[in-house]
């Protein structure tokens, strides 16, 4: 297993630099662990190392992630993967973010499924920002309507966008495109002041995404290693 501890001290790192190179602060940028396909004894070596948030992709087994750790209450799951309908209630009922927001279904199911005891379901709009049919995410032009209806829905909370731009080989081609997205998050917190959640850039574009305003990077690779997916 690859040293946790060394990478997470690294990444931390990565992220002060940038963040002091833009003239910002560390303290607003989120490290979110994206733990998916690993195993909850890296997790764990995570969360000894002072790591309390982690992203999962895949319901069932972010699921039984959460109920593994169950014993602890200072730990924050993102659920960050494409959601199906019928596996809305699981992440209604288990995770306390949910980045992938694209439909009013989708939205209006995790309010009915949200349990009432539950704090609301923090709520992120997926932005497909390049363009592209294999991605999941609406355009740009058409957020103003979805964030609409989310913001009436009372067992969720909008809190920001989320995006997955296609691969730029160099950092200005990055810059440009999460720019694009910088601009309409700033121009939903002027509608929305609730809405205080960027969550862009990962482990080969995070320093861009922190140039222009991120305050979450998802970092998998550079913490955990490569991806381990089932056979």
């Given at each position: 297993m690859n040293n946790i501890e060394q990478n997470l001290h690294d990444v931390r790192n990565r992220?002060?630099?940038?963040?002091?190179?833009?003239?910002?602060?560390?303290?607003?940028?989120?490290?979110?662990?994206?733990?998916?396909?690993?195993?909850?004894?890296?997790?764990?070596?995570?969360?000894a190392n002072g790591q309390r948030e982690f992203g999962e992709n895949y319901v069932q087994e972010g699921?039984?992630?959460?109920?593994?750790?169950?014993?602890?209450?200072?730990?924050?799951?993102?659920?960050?993967?494409?959601?199906?309908?019928?596996?809305?209630?699981?992440?209604?009922?288990?995770?306390?973010w949910c980045h992938t927001i694209d439909r009013a279904k989708i939205a209006q199911r995790l309010n009915e499924q949200r349990p009432e005891n539950m704090p609301p379901l923090n709520?992120?709009?997926?932005?497909?920002?390049?363009?592209?049919?294999?991605?999941?995410?609406i355009l740009l032009e058409e957020l103003t309507n979805l964030a609409a209806t989310i913001s009436e829905l009372p067992n969720l909370a909008l809190r920001g966008l989320m995006a997955i731009p296609a691969p730029e080989s160099s950092v200005e081609c990055q810059?440009?495109?999460?720019?694009?997205?910088?601009?309409?998050?700033?121009?939903?917190?002027?509608?929305?002041?609730?809405?205080?959640?960027?969550?862009?850039?990962?482990?080969?574009?995070?320093?861009?995404a922190i140039t222009c305003g991120s305050t979450l990077v998802r970092i998998g690779t550079a913490i955990f290693g490569a991806r381990q997916y089932r056979s």
């Open positions: 992220i002060a630099l940038a963040a002091q190179k833009c003239g910002r602060s560390p303290e607003e940028i989120t490290l979110l662990a994206v733990s998916k396909t690993k195993p909850v004894e890296a997790i764990a070596k995570a969360i699921v039984e992630k959460i109920q593994h750790f169950n014993h602890r209450n200072d730990l924050i799951w993102h659920f960050i993967g494409p959601l199906q309908s019928n596996k809305s209630r699981l992440v209604a009922e288990n995770f306390a709520i992120l709009i997926q932005i497909n920002i390049s363009g592209e049919e294999s991605k999941s995410g810059i440009a495109v999460f720019r694009q997205l910088e601009h309409a998050f700033m121009e939903l917190n002027a509608r929305y002041p609730q809405v205080d959640t960027l969550s862009m850039g990962m482990t080969d574009d995070m320093e861009a």
